[in-house]
C-alpha cells in the first residue's frame, strides 16, 4: 500500500520572459524547464495546508437514443484551472515586489503582469504550472506569532504533467525569516506622526485582471491588469496630539502616507490612503490606560505602493 507524506511534496518557481511562456518560450508555448538550472527555491513554507494549481476537467455524462437504459455515454466539454494558494515565511521582499510592481499600474494600470511557472510534486506526480499571476497578496504579523506570514494566491494559465530535475533543496531553510518584534522596533509613520508601539498588521494587495485563466486550445488573450486594491490593518499606540489628518472632511481631507522602515525584509512606502468606512475605533474610550488604535487604511487619491 502507498503511503503519501508531505516529505515528498515540494515546489519551485521561475519567472517567465513571456506570459505562459516558460523560461524562454513564446506566449503561450509553455515551454518546460529544463531542470533545476530554471527553478528556483521558493520560501519556506508554513506548517499548514497548501493548495496547488491544477486542471479538472470538466466531463458530462450524456444519454442518447441506441442505448441501454442504464447507459451513458462521457464526454469532456472544458477545462477549469484551479487557482493556487501558497503560504510561507518572509524571507525577502520577491513576493511583494511581484504583487506590487507591475508596471505602470501606478500610472494608470493596463500592463500585461509578470507571470511566473511553478513546478511541483503534490505527493502524486510532478506538474507544471505555466503564466502564474498573483491575485492576492497578504503580509500579516502580530506580536504572538512573531514571524512574519505571506499568503500569495494565484491563477494560472495551464498546468502540465511533466517530470523534471528540481534542486536538492526547493525551499531556502536558511534565511532567518521576518521577525515581528524586528517590525515592531523599527521606524513606522503615518503622515509623519510616529507609530510608538505595533500590536499588529495585515497588509494586503488585490490585482484584478481583464482575463480569467484559460486552458487548453481556448483562444489566447492576453490579460491586463485592470485594477489594484490596496488595505492595510493595522493595531497601535500613537502620542499624535492632532488627529486631524484622521478625522478631516470634504477638500480638506488630504491622503495619509505610511511608512514602514522596513516591514520584515524591505522598506514599505504607500502613499495616498485613507480610513475605511466603519474600520477605526475613533468613537471609543478604552478602560483605564493609553487608547489603542484600529484602522484599516485603504486607497485614497494617486496611491503608489514601493519596497525602496
Keep these: 500500500m502507498t503511503v503519501y507524506h508531505t ?58 437514443a441506441g442505448q441501454d437504459i442504464q447507459s451513458k455515454t462521457v464526454f469532456t466539454k472544458g477545462i477549469k484551472i484551479i487557482p493556487g494558494k501558497i503560504t510561507q515565511y518572509m524571507q525577502n521582499s520577491v513576493w511583494l515586489d511581484l504583487a506590487a510592481g507591475i508596471s505602470p499600474a501606478e500610472t494608470g494600470g493596463g500592463a500585461v503582469p509578470d507571470t511566473f511557472l511553478l513546478h511541483f510534486d503534490n505527493l502524486v506526480n510532478q506538474y507544471t504550472a505555466y503564466g502564474c499571476r498573483i491575485t492576492v497578496y497578504s503580509l500579516s504579523g502580530s506580536k504572538g506569532a512573531e514571524f512574519l506570514k505571506e499568503t ?34 523599527t521606524t513606522i509613520t503615518i503622515d509623519g506622526d ?21 486552458g487548453g486550445s481556448y483562444f489566447h488573450k492576453y490579460p491586463f491588469l485592470e485594477k489594484r ?23 480638506s481631507a488630504d491622503p495619509i502616507d505610511i511608512v514602514f522602515t522596513p516591514m520584515g525584509k524591505c522598506n514599505v512606502s504607500i502613499t495616498n490612503m485613507k480610513l475605511k468606512p466603519e474600520s477605526t475605533n475613533i468613537n471609543t474610550i478604552p478602560e483605564k490606560g493609553m487608547k489603542r488604535w484600529k484602522t484599516t487604511f485603504e486607497i485614497g487619491g494617486a496611491c503608489v505602493i514601493t519596497t525602496p
Design 194 to 214: 510616529a507609530v510608538v508601539d505595533l500590536e499588529s498588521f495585515n497588509l494586503t494587495i488585490t490585482n484584478t485582471y481583464t482575463e480569467g485563466p484559460h
Design 152 to 185: 500569495i494566491e494565484f491563477e494560472p494559465y495551464d498546468v502540465q504533467d511533466e517530470d523534471v530535475a528540481m534542486d536538492t533543496v526547493p525551499f531556502d531553510l536558511t534565511t532567518a525569516p521576518a521577525n515581528f518584534e524586528d517590525v515592531g522596533t
Design 229 to 251: 486594491d490596496i488595505e492595510l490593518e493595522m493595531e497601535f499606540l500613537t502620542f499624535v496630539a492632532d488627529l486631524d489628518q484622521l478625522l478631516a472632511e470634504g477638500p
Design 7 to 64: 516529505k515528498d511534496g515540494w515546489w519551485e518557481y521561475y519567472m517567465e520572459t513571456n506570459i505562459a511562456g516558460g523560461p524562454a518560450g513564446v506566449a503561450y508555448a509553455t515551454t518546460a524547464p529544463s531542470g533545476a538550472a530554471e527553478l528556483l527555491p521558493c520560501n519556506a513554507p508554513f506548517n499548514e495546508e497548501q493548495t496547488m494549481p491544477m486542471v479538472e476537467y470538466i466531463q458530462e455524462a450524456l444519454e442518447m
